[in-house]
């Protein structure tokens, strides 16, 4: 792990009172680019093109929203039922259940928050016991996507609302408040939280964070939290 001290600490984990802890998922939580695996489904040309467009949005390079619409353009005419198939094909993190686990244990919120799809993201959240969860959502229509998005972006900025509703929700000081993330997209809410963490992350966002992971292993953002790294082999999900 290589790392570099928070500038803004989150509270003693030795002190009363919960944290929320809000997780990117793409290439944080998971190991896939979920828009990557249905994409998979629509062809190897599609599959190319979208995966291209992916990495430089994650570089910053790219308008997130306008790159996601013409990612989800790409998904028009699947059946519903890749979605389940995506579900079972995608690799969680190493250690994401031993992470979530110790987290819950002293009482955390954990919360995902996600570019991604919510028909994968949601499914994916409820398997470790996560509740709060914010993502896209792709438009159906006689059980096949249209290829477009149902309501609005989910993108930074939104993001980082979206950490800042879950913690007023649950009544948790801004300062309590932690977020992990890679990319360019994870911007406004790593610099929005108490601790903002870059986990094996692209470069413009190493810049902006106060603390970098760069071992791909959720336990290894633990001791930043004031909690044990801990790397005997434990539950899987």
């Not at 890749?82 to 244990?105: K, N, Q, S, Y």
């Amino acid at each position: 792990m290589s790392s570099h001290e928070p500038a803004s600490p989150v509270p003693d984990p030795a002190l009363d009172g919960p944290r929320l802890v809000v997780l990117d998922v793409d290439s944080t939580f998971i190991r896939d680019e979920v828009v990557e695996l249905l994409a998979g489904h629509a062809g190897p040309e599609a599959a190319e093109r979208v995966a291209a467009v992916t990495e430089a949005a994650m570089r910053g390079e790219l308008d997130f929203a306008a790159s996601l619409r013409a990612r989800v353009a790409t998904l028009a005419g699947l059946p519903t039922s890749v979605f389940a198939d995506v579900l079972a094909a995608v690799r969680p993190t190493p250690g994401a259940a031993e992470f979530v686990a110790a987290l819950h244990a002293r009482g955390d919120v954990v919360a995902l928050v996600s570019g991604g799809f919510a028909e994968v993201v949601e499914p994916l959240a409820a398997r470790y016991g996560i509740g709060l969860v914010r993502a896209n959502r792709l438009t159906v229509r006689d059980g096949r996507l249209t290829g477009e998005l149902d309501g609005p972006v989910v993108d930074r900025a939104a993001k980082a609302a979206a950490l800042a509703e879950f913690a007023a929700e649950r009544g948790i000081p801004a300062e309590a408040t932690v977020a992990v993330g890679d990319g360019a997209n994870d911007i406004d809410m790593v610099e929005a939280a108490g601790l903002g963490i870059a986990f094996a992350a692209k470069p413009v966002l190493r810049a902006r964070a106060d603390a970098v992971v760069d071992e791909v292993d959720l336990r290894a953002v633990l001791p930043l939290l004031g909690l044990p790294h801990d790397d005997r082999a434990g539950p899987r999900i």
